[in-house]
């Protein structure tokens, strides 16, 4: 503690769980977004990973509420928030916007798998046969006409999940950029910049598990995809960092009665997580490997190297952005006569173990998925691609 | 290869129709469901559940107030209406007394013990107790009545630091009994601003200190005052015992004290003094010498409050004063 | 004062109202299952009526002698959890070149042991209590997700705690740092103005408490009450007034220091 905090503050409310429901319902709106890239606007060049960002954005979403969960005080009411919604509320959308969104991904996935699943439905038998009937509601039949049918309601669905997917997040951020007592959270740009980041992460991430995995596994990798990527997350990355630095500027140059404070958050408890760690580090690096592999001529290898790079950290940047967001938000006072402090614990309920399982079981979750429905299958296999 | 209905052109696409219309019935009946899951008596005042309201409605309050305490305890309760502190809740310094006054309802004859333990409130504040208000701290209003522990006792020759301040202050009737008109004004006749302050006051008027001093105790009582400074206690400020004009103005007044408990605050014998800045006197013993001595009635004397006077008046006062 | 007809029919639906509400209630107590009737004056039954006050609270700051009683007295009253405050008292010191040192040690439930500054340097010092504002606006009614925290048609923003889910919403938009979570129940705490004191004729706990006169709690709708009269004659200032949050509780000799 330093300086006045009121005394109600000195314990902060919204702990690291809260930095990781936006995080990770930004990777379900960037991963989405990836996917309706190529579903929607038909870029060719982000087939190959189409369906893996579709099922990675919805993998993700399944353990977006999870944090959420963990850090209410009355978990078991959490549907208060379905039942007894209160409109002027910001957070009463969650509910809807999330079961909107849920609705549109499954089915998304389901008209995606659908010619897949009938397959594997001709050739099981006994019990699996049952399964796959009632996954496929009984619609077990498939020819060129139904894939024609299928796609088109994919894209359909691809192309009304795009907004909806601007919405999930953008409200997130509206639910910081709206709470007026708050300096540091209460800017129209928040859930602006909350959306660029979103794509950002959900671009970065993909981008890192597509070179993982092709590095992993010695798969020949599809460097068009690569590159579209690459380029993709240069682009955006620039957009949501200078957003996130005019946002700050206008509060310097404005200089309000806040400024001071903030410029002493800023340049106090926040120098190394948001100066050096999310500015310098992880914004002002990425920037420059992305600019080498978009401006130079390099070897495939290095250049590969340096976006994959670029993915961890641009992946650490949006993480440090949500973290200097949500936890810096709190340690300033509203007496804006001090801060308070806060470090999560390793084993309590809200601590960094719990946080490291919800971040990682989603990434295992794909896996199993991947070993059902391989994302990238193997070219030696017979079946076309 | 791939399952058609015999006699049909192609394959059918109802699907797409029964998967929508599944989502359109899960939402309906969603929506049906959340109807049912209301609770009850909500949406009737607003947005809320009207028996959260009533709940918090009919919650029992802790604390009574000083008169439900004077149900009982008139006695005390009467002398704490006239001493300064009339404005001070017995709970304040007794805790909440609820259920002490039900546990005393419900056995008048006294009950279980351990149940009576339970009821049974505080009887003494601590000396911290006290100095929660009285402490000298720079942000206190300036004239509410406030001391440093350690120079209190130094000035009044106190040895020991842990003697408690009920030792000489009663907290029901401290030493300025008010008088009958509790609310009695800054002096009998000088009591309205204007009466000495014919100009306005610098800065905040509501701030006493800011007002320009337009009168000493000597401008009205020169003979006095010259008379007090010649004796023994001209140490002290009329104030001392003359309290005038407090912070606030509806609560002022001015007293013709020789309180003898005033008297005895300094000089009464008591085992936490020294006696090196000021004489001691054991006052029941001294007043039954007296007493015996002059061939006085004890009981008289040792009900006059201003015992003291009778004999001492020169150590203050004066032929000036009256009686 | 509305006799309207239409009055009369929302009458009757409170009537209804009331006595499902009232039931079930579990009061605490140690001697006695059922509530003494003298004891405390009963809490009203026609919900109808609540709507004829509106409830609002003055701060003298010139007052506050910043003893801590109105702290102790509504961690009695209302059973506050440790380290929690539904009040408690905030102590500005203005040095000699502007600076303002402020603290508010336990929310001074033990009151004040030393200065925060030494004499020589300390330009102007004072006391400000601070509870909850129970704006007209609240920015916590509006940000609260699930409808449990409320306005009361009497002006009085409540917590219905069998709804809260413990989000944390409100704390964040409260901008006076007025609630908390109670890990206890794991919902959202704040002051109730002593709503269960209000309507049985008492005024609240710690404006009860205070031996100053500092704290006084009234009707806004009563042109003769203490709160109308003192608002009358003093001037005051409301805290962040430009959030738009419209508060009720009013602060005399407020200083542009307060925040």
Same mark, same amino acid.
């Given at each position: 503690?330093?300086?006045?905090?009121?005394?109600?503050?000195?314990?902060?409310?919204?702990?690291?769980?809260?930095?990781?429901?936006?995080?990770?319902?930004?990777?379900?709106?960037?991963?989405?977004?990836?996917?309706?890239?190529?579903?929607?606007?038909?870029?060719?060049?982000?087939?190959?990973?189409?369906?893996?960002?579709?099922?990675?954005?919805?993998?993700?979403?399944?353990?977006?509420?999870?944090?959420?969960?963990?850090?209410?005080?009355?978990?078991?009411?959490?549907?208060?928030?379905?039942?007894?919604?209160?409109?002027?509320?910001?957070?009463?959308?969650?509910?809807?916007?999330?079961?909107?969104?849920?609705?549109?991904?499954?089915?998304?996935?389901?008209?995606?798998?659908?010619?897949?699943?009938?397959?594997?439905?001709?050739?099981?038998?006994?019990?699996?046969?049952?399964?796959?009937?009632?996954?496929?509601?009984?619609?077990?039949?498939?020819?060129?006409?139904?894939?024609?049918?299928?796609?088109?309601?994919?894209?359909?669905?691809?192309?009304?999940?795009?907004?909806?997917?601007?919405?999930?997040?953008?409200?997130?951020?509206?639910?910081?950029?709206?709470?007026?007592?708050?300096?540091?959270?209460?800017?129209?740009?928040?859930?602006?910049?909350?959306?660029?980041?979103?794509?950002?992460?959900?671009?970065?991430?993909?981008?890192?598990?597509?070179?993982?995995?092709?590095?992993?596994?010695?798969?020949?990798?599809?460097?068009?995809?690569?590159?579209?990527?690459?380029?993709?997350?240069?682009?955006?990355?620039?957009?949501?960092?200078?957003?996130?630095?005019?946002?700050?500027?206008?509060?310097?140059?404005?200089?309000?009665?806040?400024?001071?404070?903030?410029?002493?958050?800023?340049?106090?408890?926040?120098?190394?997580?948001?100066?050096?760690?999310?500015? *310098?580090?992880?914004? =002002?690096?990425?920037? @420059? $490997? /992305?600019?080498? &592999?978009? #401006?130079?001529?390099?070897?495939?290898? !290095?250049?590969? *190297?340096?976006?994959? =790079?670029?993915?961890? @950290? $641009? /992946?650490?940047? &949006?993480? #440090?952005?949500?973290?200097?967001?949500? !936890?810096?938000?709190?340690?300033?006072?509203?007496?804006?006569?001090?801060?308070?402090?806060?470090?999560?614990?390793?084993?309590?309920?809200?601590?960094?173990?719990?946080?490291?399982?919800?971040?990682?079981?989603?990434?295992?979750?794909?896996?199993?998925?991947?070993?059902?429905?391989?994302?990238?299958?193997?070219?030696?296999?017979?079946?076309?691609? | 290869?791939?399952?058609?209905?015999?006699?049909?052109?192609?394959?059918?696409?109802?699907?797409?129709?029964?998967?929508?219309?599944?989502?359109?019935?899960?939402?309906?009946?969603?929506?049906?469901?959340?109807?049912?899951?209301?609770?009850?008596?909500?949406?009737?005042?607003?947005?809320?559940?009207?028996?959260?309201?009533?709940?918090?409605?009919?919650?029992?309050?802790?604390?009574?107030?000083?008169?439900?305490?004077?149900?009982?305890?008139?006695?005390?309760?009467?002398?704490?209406?006239?001493?300064?502190?009339?404005?001070?809740?017995?709970?304040?310094?007794?805790?909440?007394?609820?259920?002490?006054?039900?546990?005393?309802?419900?056995?008048?004859?006294?009950?279980?013990?351990?149940?009576?333990?339970?009821?049974?409130?505080?009887?003494?504040?601590?000396?911290?107790?006290?100095?929660?208000?009285?402490?000298?701290?720079?942000?206190?209003?300036?004239?509410?009545?406030?001391?440093?522990?350690?120079?209190?006792?130094?000035?009044?020759?106190?040895?020991?630091?842990?003697?408690?301040?009920?030792?000489?202050?009663?907290?029901?009737?401290?030493?300025?009994?008010?008088?009958?008109?509790?609310?009695?004004?800054?002096?009998?006749?000088?009591?309205?601003?204007?009466?000495?302050?014919?100009?306005?006051?610098?800065?905040?008027?509501?701030?006493?200190?800011?007002?320009?001093?337009?009168?000493?105790?000597?401008?009205?009582?020169?003979?006095?005052?010259?008379?007090?400074?010649?004796?023994?206690?001209?140490?002290?400020?009329?104030?001392?015992?003359?309290?005038?004009?407090?912070?606030?103005?509806?609560?002022?007044?001015?007293?013709?004290?020789?309180?003898?408990?005033?008297?005895?605050?300094?000089?009464?014998?008591?085992?936490?003094?020294?006696?090196?800045?000021?004489?001691?006197?054991?006052?029941?013993?001294?007043?039954?010498?007296?007493?015996?001595?002059?061939?006085?009635?004890?009981?008289?004397?040792?009900?006059?409050?201003?015992?003291?006077?009778?004999?001492?008046?020169?150590?203050?006062?004066?032929?000036?004063?009256?009686? | 004062?509305?006799?309207?007809?239409?009055?009369?029919?929302?009458?009757?639906?409170?009537?209804?109202?009331?006595?499902?509400?009232?039931?079930?209630?579990?009061?605490?107590?140690?001697?006695?299952?059922?509530?003494?009737?003298?004891?405390?004056?009963?809490?009203?039954?026609?919900?109808?009526?609540?709507?004829?006050?509106?409830?609002?609270?003055?701060?003298?700051?010139?007052?506050?002698?910043?003893?801590?009683?109105?702290?102790?007295?509504?961690?009695?009253?209302?059973?506050?959890?440790?380290?929690?405050?539904?009040?408690?008292?905030?102590?500005?010191?203005?040095?000699?070149?502007?600076?303002?040192?402020?603290?508010?040690?336990?929310?001074?439930?033990?009151?004040?042991?030393?200065?925060?500054?030494?004499?020589?340097?300390?330009?102007?010092?004072?006391?400000?209590?601070?509870?909850?504002?129970?704006?007209?606006?609240?920015?916590?009614?509006?940000?609260?997700?699930?409808?449990?925290?409320?306005?009361?048609?009497?002006?009085?923003?409540?917590?219905?705690?069998?709804?809260?889910?413990?989000?944390?919403?409100?704390?964040?938009?409260?901008?006076?740092?007025?609630?908390?979570?109670?890990?206890?129940?794991?919902?959202?705490?704040?002051?109730?103005?002593?709503?269960?004191?209000?309507?049985?004729?008492?005024?609240?706990?710690?404006?009860?408490?205070?031996?100053?006169?500092?704290?006084?709690?009234?009707?806004?709708?009563?042109?003769?009450?203490?709160?109308?009269?003192?608002?009358?004659?003093?001037?005051?200032?409301?805290?962040?007034?430009?959030?738009?949050?419209?508060?009720?509780?009013?602060?005399?000799?407020?200083?542009?220091?307060?925040?």
């Amino acid at each position: 503690m330093e300086g006045f905090v009121f005394p109600n503050e000195q314990h902060v409310t919204w702990t690291v769980m809260i930095v990781l429901y936006p995080y990770i319902t930004g990777l379900v709106a960037g991963a989405f977004i990836v996917s309706s890239l190529h579903h929607v606007f038909g870029l060719k060049q982000l087939a190959p990973i189409a369906r893996f960002s579709l099922v990675s954005a919805f993998v993700f979403l399944l353990f977006a509420p999870l944090p959420l969960l963990n850090h209410l005080g009355r978990p078991d009411r959490a549907l208060n928030i379905l039942i007894t919604p209160n409109f002027r509320s910001a957070m009463s959308g969650f509910g809807f916007i999330y079961a909107l969104y849920a609705i549109i991904l499954v089915l998304e996935i389901w008209f995606d798998f659908r010619a897949d699943i009938v397959r594997r439905y001709e050739a099981a038998s006994g019990l699996a046969r049952r399964v796959y009937r009632v996954v496929l509601l009984g619609a077990t039949y498939r020819d060129e006409r139904t894939d024609r049918l299928d796609k088109k309601v994919v894209k359909t669905l691809a192309g009304v999940g795009i907004p909806v997917a601007l919405i999930l997040h953008g409200y997130v951020g509206f639910l910081f950029g709206s709470i007026k007592a708050n300096p540091w959270w209460s800017t129209p740009l928040m859930f602006i910049i909350f959306i660029f980041s979103a794509i950002v992460s959900g671009i970065a991430v993909l981008t890192f598990l597509y070179l993982f995995v092709t590095w992993n596994r010695r798969l020949t990798r599809n460097q068009a995809t690569v590159d579209t990527l690459a380029r993709f997350l240069w682009g955006f990355m620039m957009v949501a960092v200078v957003l996130e630095l005019m946002e700050v500027l206008s509060l310097a140059y404005e200089q309000t009665e806040e400024w001071s404070v903030l410029r002493e958050l800023i340049t106090g408890r926040l120098w190394v997580s948001y100066v050096v760690l999310q500015l *310098l580090t992880c914004s =002002l690096g990425p920037f @420059l $490997l /992305l600019s080498a &592999v978009a #401006l130079l001529k390099l070897p495939l290898r !290095i250049s590969n *190297l340096l976006v994959f =790079l670029s993915s961890v @950290l $641009l /992946l650490t940047q &949006v993480l #440090l952005m949500r973290w200097n967001v949500v !936890i810096g938000g709190q340690i300033l006072s509203k007496s804006y006569r001090g801060f308070t402090s806060y470090l999560p614990g390793l084993f309590e309920r809200e601590g960094l173990v719990v946080a490291a399982v919800i971040v990682i079981v989603p990434f295992l979750l794909l896996r199993e998925f991947d070993k059902r429905f391989p994302f990238f299958p193997v070219p030696a296999r017979e079946e076309p691609s | 290869m791939s399952t058609t209905s015999p006699g049909q052109a192609g394959p059918p696409t109802r699907y797409v129709r029964r998967v929508f219309l599944l989502v359109g019935v899960a939402l309906v009946a969603a929506a049906l469901l959340q109807r049912a899951a209301r609770p009850a008596t909500w949406g009737e005042l607003g947005n809320y559940r009207t028996a959260g309201l009533t709940a918090i409605l009919a919650t029992e309050p802790v604390h009574l107030g000083k008169e439900g305490c004077a149900r009982c305890h008139a006695e005390i309760f009467g002398l704490h209406e006239k001493d300064f502190h009339f404005d001070v809740e017995c709970e304040d310094c007794h805790t909440p007394g609820r259920e002490h006054v039900r546990f005393h309802d419900r056995f008048p004859t006294g009950g279980d013990p351990a149940l009576a333990a339970l009821a049974s409130m505080p009887k003494e504040y601590t000396r911290e107790g006290c100095l929660f208000c009285h402490r000298r701290l720079g942000a206190r209003p300036r004239a509410f009545a406030q001391i440093e522990p350690a120079e209190h006792y130094a000035f009044l020759g106190v040895n020991d630091p842990q003697t408690r301040c009920i030792a000489c202050h009663s907290p029901h009737e401290p030493i300025f009994l008010l008088a009958e008109v509790k609310r009695a004004r800054i002096h009998p006749v000088i009591h309205e601003c204007i009466h000495c302050h014919d100009t306005k006051p610098e800065g905040d008027y509501t701030q006493v200190d800011s007002h320009p001093a337009m009168f000493v105790c000597s401008d009205c009582h020169e003979g006095i005052v010259e008379d007090f400074e010649s004796r023994k206690h001209s140490f002290m400020r009329c104030t001392a015992c003359h309290l005038y004009h407090p912070e606030n103005e509806d609560s002022g007044r001015i007293l013709v004290n020789g309180n003898r408990r005033f008297c005895l605050l300094c000089h009464e014998d008591a085992p936490f003094r020294t006696g090196a800045k000021q004489p001691l006197v054991d006052s029941k013993a001294h007043l039954e010498m007296i007493a015996d001595a002059l061939e006085l009635d004890a009981a008289e004397l040792a009900a006059d409050p201003r015992a003291c006077l009778r004999c001492h008046l020169d150590k203050i006062h004066g032929d000036v004063v009256r009686k | 004062m509305r006799p309207t007809n239409e009055d009369d029919l929302s009458r009757r639906r409170f009537l209804r109202i009331t006595l499902a509400g009232v039931g079930g209630v579990p009061a605490a107590t140690l001697f006695l299952s059922t509530q003494s009737k003298d004891l405390f004056p009963p809490p009203p039954t026609d919900l109808d009526d609540l709507g004829r006050f509106e409830w609002g609270f003055l701060v003298d700051t010139t007052r506050c002698i910043g003893c801590g009683s109105c702290v102790r007295a509504c961690q009695k009253e209302n059973g506050v959890p440790d380290g929690y405050y539904r009040t408690w008292v905030e102590r500005y010191e203005v040095d000699k070149d502007g600076e303002v040192h402020v603290d508010s040690p336990d929310g001074a439930i033990a009151s004040f042991q030393t200065d925060l500054l030494p004499r020589e340097t300390r330009n102007k010092a004072f006391f400000v209590p601070k509870l909850c504002n129970h704006c007209r606006s609240s920015a916590c009614t509006q940000v609260c997700p699930v409808g449990a925290t409320f306005d009361t048609p009497d002006g009085v923003v409540l917590i219905d705690k069998d709804r809260c889910v413990g989000c944390g919403y409100c704390v964040q938009a409260c901008p006076y740092g007025c609630r908390y979570i109670d890990e206890r129940t794991g919902t959202a705490d704040k002051c109730t103005l002593c709503y269960h004191r209000l309507h049985r004729g008492m005024t609240t706990a710690c404006a009860e408490a205070c031996p100053r006169e500092a704290r006084i709690c009234g009707d806004l709708r009563a042109p003769k009450s203490r709160l109308r009269q003192v608002l009358r004659e003093r001037r005051y200032g409301l805290l962040k007034p430009d959030l738009g949050t419209r508060p009720k509780c009013y602060y005399v000799g407020l200083d542009p220091e307060v925040v």
